[in-house]
């Protein structure tokens, strides 16, 4: 019945109207289909051309013969430190800023700044970041090119997305959740420590996660702060230079002539695999997180 | 006891204070720090050279008028290719797929986000430039366009995600009310969800663009790095260098404190506050939306 109505409805008009429409949807569908398949296909391309490099000589091996043979393990490690790094530095600072905009920042103009700094961090270029650690780190402090330049570059490259999700997380808790605890007479602080950020530490954590993907695989801000071209032993302390994945991608699919693909292949897949894999438990922290809340 | 737990608290508030107001000192600090390092260039360079066409380090030219250029060209191709592209596929995620498309297209974009620029830039190198040399018969696949490409990928998930997200906040009686006025899905979406959501799409393209402009291995890797001025759309074709590459190739082989140290750091000032007017503009219009809604819930 309902088909004969819209049948008696058409006119010869509405036909050709829809016509188009359907004609239109097809083609918005094909523009999306357009996006998606350009990340398949360089996914799957890194994944069928490196998959068989991925043995574990390769990936526990030191590189030589001018890095055209051997493995990349110094880079994983390198990589592994500098992520460890930044999280020390940015995980702190970001959550407690997030903690301050969400439970203690007044409606003002202070606050608005802060927020409007928060937006400017988030925009400036990676390599804006790597001069500024260069300059600041590396030759003004004198910690030379090392781990903790890069890791404090990272970091407060990181901060952006670190406070934007955690704030993001803290708010989704209840008011009164608050209020309740407030009215036991527990101290502000006591309430955001037992009670906001117990709720809101998914959230957080999946924020966290998000933001050191994106430090794993940066190579504009590590640069001029800590990369090494090629380094035959693992750093020994936070100001030792070190190899990194990202960079280490770079110098062997542009500086070094005569590379076997195998290696460019397998040391991009690997970084894919690091950086996807956060992605992936991230996501998945958030979807059970969303699953278990009891609001 | 208590005189303690009200001491630790107020610490703690401090500490969280500090950390609240931390955002706005680093962007001072990164300011400053640019402007000692970068400001010292035009009292080192004189400015006619600085305006000039050639770009020479090693001869002391230091025309930035190629590499504006080919940064340009870059963000313009990108542009072109993106903003099409991405406000029409987030208006099938948001308008037209069913939910499970939509379930299963929200993700594969978040994931080309994730994807490092080294590892775009790489697949350029080994995949697309080779590809785009046969395919229009260049002598070299390293062009702008590759650039503009790969450009546009890292943009798109910033366009779509956002859009996507202005898309929803039109209300459903909206679309309700032009469908029972006869109108079919197709012009509600053109006519009415898009322009009502127009100041959301225009952030995230802005935002997008952002993205764009401060991109740099990815660029830096499949450009060819040639800085020549671009002129007309045959650039688009040709080796070009933009700002982003240059500092990236060049600042680690320079010498602290020598002019060439001093123009790289006013490349990146001019990035800093091209990047700075983009994400203002764009935070500007969210700002003052939000405003305008808490004004009329008020």
């Given at each position: ?77 390198g990589t592994i430190y500098l992520v460890l790094g930044t999280a020390l530095f940015s995980v702190p600072i970001g959550v407690a800023a997030a903690i301050y905009l969400s439970e203690y920042a007044p409606v003002n103009r202070v606050t608005q700044i802060i927020r409007i700094a928060i937006i400017t961090l988030a925009g400036i270029p990676s390599v804006v970041y790597g001069l500024f650690g260069l300059g600041l780190f590396v030759i003004t402090l004198k910690f030379g090119t090392s781990i ?148 | ?36 390092e970068g400001l010292p260039a035009f009292s080192e360079v004189p400015l006619s050279n600085l305006l000039s066409e050639r770009w020479y380090p090693n001869e002391d030219l230091f025309g930035l008028l190629p590499l504006l250029g080919g940064s340009l060209v870059v963000i313009i191709g990108a542009t072109v290719i993106a903003v099409p592209i991405g406000i029409c596929t987030a208006v099938y995620i948001a308008e037209v797929a069913p939910p499970w498309a939509r379930e299963i297209l929200k ?192």
């Open positions: 019945m309902p088909k004969e109505i819209e049948k008696s409805a058409h006119s010869s008009s509405s036909v050709s109207r829809n016509r188009i429409q359907r004609a239109g949807f097809l083609l918005l569908l094909g523009i999306a289909l357009f996006t998606v398949i350009p990340i398949f296909l360089i996914i799957g391309v890194v994944v069928i051309r490196g998959f068989q490099t991925l043995t574990p000589e390769f990936i526990f091996g030191f590189p030589y013969n001018g890095m055209k043979s051997g493995g990349i393990w110094p880079a994983i490690v903790i330049a890069g890791a404090l570059t990272l970091a407060i490259m990181n901060l952006p997305v670190i406070i934007s999700t955690s704030e993001e997380a803290l708010r989704t808790v209840p008011h009164s959740f608050r209020v309740t605890s407030i009215s036991l007479g527990a101290t502000k602080w006591q309430t955001i420590h037992r009670i906001v950020l117990p709720q809101a530490q998914s959230g957080i954590l999946t924020g966290v996660i998000l933001g050191l993907e994106r430090a794993a695989g940066e190579t504009a801000p590590i640069l001029f702060t800590v990369a090494a071209f090629y380094l035959p032993q693992l750093p020994r302390s936070p100001f030792d230079q070190t190899m990194a994945l990202p960079y280490h991608l770079y110098v062997i699919s542009t500086q070094v002539p005569g590379m076997p693909e195998g290696i460019q292949y397998g040391t991009a897949l690997v970084l894919l695999i690091l950086v996807l894999g956060m992605n992936l438990f991230a996501t998945v922290i958030r979807s059970r997180a969303r699953a278990r809340r009891q609001w | 006891m208590s005189n303690f737990r009200s001491w630790l608290e107020k610490f703690i508030f401090w500490a969280i204070r500090i950390s609240g107001y931390s955002a706005i000192l680093f962007v001072i600090a990164i300011f400053l720090y640019l402007l000692r993700p594969i974009v978040e994931v080309l986000a994730g994807i490092p620029s080294v590892v775009l830039g790489f697949f350029g190198i080994v995949i697309l430039a080779p590809y785009l040399r046969r395919a229009l018969d260049l002598p070299t696949g390293l062009t702008a366009l590759a650039g503009s490409l790969l450009l546009a990928a890292t943009s798109l998930p910033t366009i779509v995600s956002v859009s996507e997200d202005a898309l929803y906040s039109v209300p459903k009686s909206f679309r309700d009310a032009s469908i029972a006025l006869g109108v079919t899905e197709w012009q509600t979406i053109w006519h009415m969800t898009l322009p009502a959501a127009r100041t959301g799409v225009l952030t995230a393209c802005m935002l997008g663009i952002g993205r764009t402009v401060g991109e740099t291995m990815a660029v830096l890797m499949v450009t060819g790095n040639a800085p020549v001025i671009p002129r007309g759309i045959s650039s688009l074709f040709a080796p070009v260098r933009t700002m982003t590459a240059t500092i990236a190739a060049e600042m680690g082989e320079v010498a602290t404190g020598s002019a060439h140290y001093h123009v790289l750091f006013l490349i990146g000032i001019t990035l800093f506050l091209i990047t700075l007017a983009i994400n203002l503009i764009a935070a500007s219009v969210v700002f003052r939306k939000r405003q305008r809604a808490e004004r009329i819930l008020s």
